[in-house]
């Protein structure tokens, strides 16, 4: 069975810029969440999908941070500008069954640089 | 609100010794609780999870723990340490699965293990 798939793997971007990671999950998963891992901290939730959905997207900076979920499969975030504290790496993960809360199991992650 | 508070950011212990890696968390309604592990530059993989049921908890590559309601614990152990253990390690908690399976994550504590 294939994993989490992310790209790209690494980044570096000047502040102000654009950027869009994108993440392909499990194959059959429901739910996809986006979570953010600044260095020495633990991963935070940005978003939640069940499907098409947004479950939550309480700790998502709205005002820079955007996400979609096409189709309930494939999905991208995008930080439109960057700012220096978004240096971090963001990790993509996806769970079977959001009700009996499966397993989330998570991508290799995109490790962000703003210069 | 739920938090997690893992004490120690790095932990050095010899091979073959005892692996005690401490997790305490605060939670208003009975919690889900989780551990990870993370190597370099890879995602996080589940080494074991606490939902309902047994407290004492069995995961991979020979970790267990143990759900201690009275002192709101979910310690990580493993009787002898292995140099393929030296990893970074996060206990995290969720209320549930659904809208509530959102992961909230310890800072991590860096397992070293020396010859």
């Known amino acids: 069975e294939a994993g989490v798939a992310q790209s790209p793997r690494y980044k570096i971007i000047e502040k102000r810029q654009s950027v869009a990671f994108w993440c392909n999950p499990i194959s059959g998963h429901a739910t996809l969440y986006w979570y953010q891992q600044i260095l020495g901290q633990g991963p935070k939730l940005l978003i939640q999908f069940q499907n098409n959905g947004v479950v939550d997207d309480s700790q998502l900076p709205k005002d820079r941070f955007s996400a979609e979920r096409l189709k309930g499969v494939d999905s991208t975030l995008k930080i439109q500008p960057a700012k220096l504290e978004d240096s971090a790496v963001y990790l993509c993960a996806s769970s079977l069954d959001p009700v009996g809360n499966n397993e989330q199991f998570f991508g290799p992650g995109t490790r962000l640089t703003v210069l | 609100a739920q938090s997690v508070t893992q004490l120690g950011s790095h932990v050095s212990v010899s091979e073959g010794a005892l692996v005690l890696l401490r997790c305490n968390y605060s939670s208003s309604v009975p919690p889900y609780l989780f551990w990870y592990v993370q190597y370099p530059n890879q995602g996080l993989q589940l080494l074991l999870k606490y939902t309902t049921g047994a407290t004492l908890v069995k995961g991979i590559n020979g970790f267990e723990a143990e759900f201690k309601k009275s002192e709101t614990s979910f310690h990580l152990t493993k009787p002898s340490a292995h140099m393929s253990d030296a990893a970074e390690y996060f206990c995290?908690?969720?209320?549930?699965?659904?809208?509530?399976?959102?992961?909230?994550f310890g800072t991590g504590t860096r397992l070293q293990v020396t010859l």
């Open positions: 995290a908690v969720s209320r549930g699965g659904g809208t509530a399976s959102k992961l909230t």
